[in-house]
């Protein structure tokens, strides 16, 4: 077989995912640098808990705005740039790489307006469902996990679609984010764990239904195919 050895190894990510990927390599660049005295001298030191207080969402905050209509509306922003922040330069790591790989498979099938849908609808939500559902929550939300488990379930939405076309049992595509479920079960058990999973499991649950809407062809391919079944 023929192989094109001009052909770049690795299939080039999409600008709408650099477009999401870059701040927060930008923010954690900045944070590191200052963290390790490079830059900012010794009040540099403090910056990522500056960070936090400035982008992080907290859901006190969160639920006095639901319960004043949202002011102060400027806080809002909170619903979404905490996934500018992460707590250390190996969990920002982590994100960008998840990001990245996820980001290209499913901008793959879908436009890049639809990718955007998906990420940023499941960080708001993701973050709306820590801050409000969780009585007496105090910690605070930082990281982009929210809006990866939602294109984790753009991608277990493309997964499901293809095993119902091809007639095989559709509950497989749930098998990724069962699996990682459970990992943070055990972690969670063995080292103690946080509420993060409930932004986590609503970010890939909208991540899942908005891919009913924003996938090509939208809920209209869904209907034919079950009709085919």
């Not at 400027?74 to 707590?87: K, P, T």
């Not at 609503?202 to 809407?213: C, D, H, I, K, R």
């Amino acid at each position: 077989m023929d192989q094109d050895h001009s052909a770049a190894p690795l299939n080039p990510v999409p600008l709408v995912v650099w477009a999401l990927a870059l701040p927060m390599i930008a923010m954690e660049v900045v944070l590191s640098l200052g963290a390790s005295g490079v830059v900012g001298g010794p009040q540099a030191i403090g910056w990522r808990i500056q960070a936090v207080e400035r982008f992080g969402l907290f859901p006190e905050l969160l639920k006095y705005q639901w319960e004043t209509g949202g002011y102060p509306l400027a806080e809002l922003s909170r619903l979404v740039s905490y996934v500018l922040v992460h707590g250390s330069f190996t969990h920002a790591l982590f994100a960008v790489v998840m990001l990245l790989a996820l980001g290209n498979m499913v901008a793959s099938v879908f436009r890049w307006w639809g990718v955007l849908v998906v990420f940023l609808g499941s960080t708001i939500l993701g973050g709306a469902a820590y801050g409000l559902l969780v009585p007496g929550l105090r910690t605070q939300l930082i990281g982009a996990y929210p809006g990866i488990y939602g294109l984790i379930g753009a991608f277990t939405f493309l997964i499901w679609t293809r095993l119902a076309l091809v007639g095989a049992n559709r509950l497989r595509a749930f098998s990724l984010i069962g699996m990682l479920l459970a990992i943070q079960l055990v972690f969670g058990l063995l080292f103690g764990g946080g509420w993060d999973w409930v932004a986590e499991v609503a970010g890939f649950a909208t991540g899942f239904l908005a891919s009913f809407v924003v996938s090509p062809g939208g809920f209209a391919r869904v209907v034919q195919m079950m009709r085919q079944r």
